[in-house]
Antibody, heavy 116, light 108 residues
Framework: EVLLVESGGGVVRPGGSLTLSCAAS????????MSWVRQSPGKGLEWVSG????????GYGGSVKGRFSISRDNVQKSLYLQMNNLGADDTAFYYC?????????WGQGTLVIVSS | SYELTQPPSVSVSPGQTAMITCSGD??????AYWYQQKPGQAPVMVIF???ERPLGIPARISGSSSGTTATLTISEVRADDEADYYC???????????FGGGTKLTVL
């Protein structure tokens, strides 16, 4: 069974930093690109960042470029998202998603709340 | 920036057919993907590459694409189909992933 389990969410002050993790199991992790997708409460889906199989190519959505950094560890079968200079607009559920033909597997998400 | 446009809401009676559209200038050159999201749950892919169904998705859920519009069709709608549906594509100039704004399907 494919499992993606996010962790690392919580409450952080404006301007602060947080690192999210996604532990993968049930499939060959380094066969797939991976992405982070977020959803603010009551809003739609927003692609945050993606990384290819080897980890040598990354992409970012316009609202996070320059502040967030995606990485992966294929030995540990884990995906990460380093988030810096967080603002209220970054408050959201953050989902880890596997890039097969589209986003074919999703985690249950981890909630990040940016608040003073 | 590239946008995919969906109607905010669609309503349909049980047993009827629901059609949800997604418009984008680059859809003639790129595939559309569709996701279903029920309250409190993670999204689930229901259509990939315009028309393909993942394993476990019933045949009454189908996708099509013509010109700048992709369409998700749900036949014989049931109460359990009530959810938000999102289309997804890619920005042709940046390769960034783009989601439509989502459509809330209400089963009357």
């Amino acid at each position: 069974e494919v499992l993606l389990v996010e962790s690392g969410g919580g409450v952080v002050r404006p301007g602060g930093s947080l690192t999210l993790s996604c532990a993968a199991s049930g499939f060959t992790f380094d066969d797939f690109g991976m992405s982070w997708v977020r959803q603010s409460p009551g809003k739609g889906l927003e692609w945050v960042s993606g990384i290819n199989r080897l980890g040598d190519k990354t992409g970012y959505g316009g609202s996070v470029k320059g502040r967030f950094s995606i990485s992966r560890d294929n030995v540990q079968k884990s995906l990460y998202l380093q988030m810096n200079n967080l603002g209220a607009d970054d408050t959201a559920f953050y989902y880890c998603a596997r890039q097969g033909e589209g986003f074919d597997q999703w985690g249950q998400g981890t909630l990040v709340i940016v608040s003073s | 920036s590239y946008e995919l446009t969906q109607p905010p809401s669609v309503s349909v009676s049980p047993g009827q057919t629901a059609m949800i559209t997604c418009s984008g200038d680059s859809l003639p050159q790129q595939y559309a993907y569709w996701y279903q999201q029920k309250p409190g749950q993670a999204p689930v892919m229901v259509i990939f590459k315009d028309t393909e169904r993942p394993l476990g998705i019933p045949a009454r859920i189908s996708g099509s694409s013509s010109g700048t519009t992709a369409t998700l069709t749900i036949s014989e709608v049931r109460a359990d189909d009530e959810a938000d549906y999102y289309c997804q594509g890619a920005d042709p100039t940046t390769d960034s992933v783009v989601f439509g704004g989502g459509t809330k399907l209400t089963v009357l």
